[in-house]
């Protein structure tokens, strides 16, 4: 099982970022992938996740607005959009595997079973 972050960078505030995460050696039917983030200052924090079988897409309220998840099957690859970077969005952003049938919508990490290596993401003028 290897869950692959990418996508990470240096960005001015207000620019955007695809970040991809790359799912192999499970089957992505039975599997929710969530994005958690660790800022500086904070404990990790749920940004988004989804079903990958449903495609269903779950928020915590304080992500609504600027993060868009979505996957793409053929890829087994997972994508988070950020649009207009702020500098508190600055930090290791991971991706994580939970079961499908758990409550991974909570954003509780010991939901998620499977976690990537994480990709930085640096929003600064």
């Known amino acids: 099982v290897q869950l692959q972050a990418s996508g990470g960078g240096s960005v001015p505030p207000g620019g955007s970022l695809r970040l991809s995460c790359a799912a192999s050696?499970?089957?992505?039917?039975?599997?929710?992938i969530g994005w958690f983030r660790q800022t500086p200052g904070k404990e990790r924090e749920g940004v988004a996740c989804?079903?990958?079988?449903?495609?269903?897409?779950y928020y915590p309220d304080s992500m609504k607005g600027r993060f868009t998840i979505s996957i793409d099957h053929t890829k087994r690859t997972v994508y988070l959009q950020i649009d207009n970077l702020k500098p508190e969005d600055t930090g290791i952003y991971y991706c994580?595997?939970?079961?499908?049938?758990?409550?991974?919508?909570?954003?509780?990490?010991?939901?998620?079973?499977?976690w990537g290596q994480g990709t930085q993401v640096t929003v600064s003028s």
């Open positions: 989804i079903d990958s079988s449903e495609g269903y897409t």
């Open positions: 994580a595997a939970a079961n499908s049938k758990s409550y991974y919508y909570y954003f509780k990490s010991q939901q998620y079973d499977y």
């Open positions: 050696g499970f089957s992505l039917d039975y599997y929710a």
